[in-house]
């Protein structure tokens, strides 16, 4: 995870875009990526959604999507100084209190 978080962050740096990636930007960025996955599965049967990927054109425009969703996501942990699977396994123990089996 951090590999990639540098990665992101490198590319970024190389194109001196970091005074575009303020929280703001980078979460605006996220719910567009997010938007754009969610395109592909709008009008999708439930049926015809969990076959997603046997078309070999939409799993690779899904794929495409959650790729662009997973670097917007680490590039805002990275800016506000979030550990993401830190946050994640958090989450989890508030939800396995929350709603106990």
């Known amino acids: 995870m951090a590999g990639l978080q540098r990665r992101l962050a490198e ?16 979460v605006t960025a996220l719910s567009v990526e997010a938007s754009e996955l969610v395109e592909i599965f709008q009008w999708l049967t ?4 969990a076959r997603v990927m ?3 054109d939409t799993a690779h ?28 396994d958090a989450k989890i123990d508030r939800n396995e209190r929350r709603f106990p089996a």
């Open 11 to 26: 590319f970024a740096a190389a194109r001196n875009w970091q005074p575009y990636h303020t929280p703001k930007n980078l």
């Open 46 to 49: 439930p049926e015809e959604s």
């Open 54 to 56: 046997d078309d070999p």
């Open 61 to 88: 425009r899904v794929t495409d999507e959650v790729a662009d969703v997973l670097a917007y996501l680490l590039q805002l942990c990275e800016v506000l100084g979030v550990d993401p699977l830190t946050a994640l």
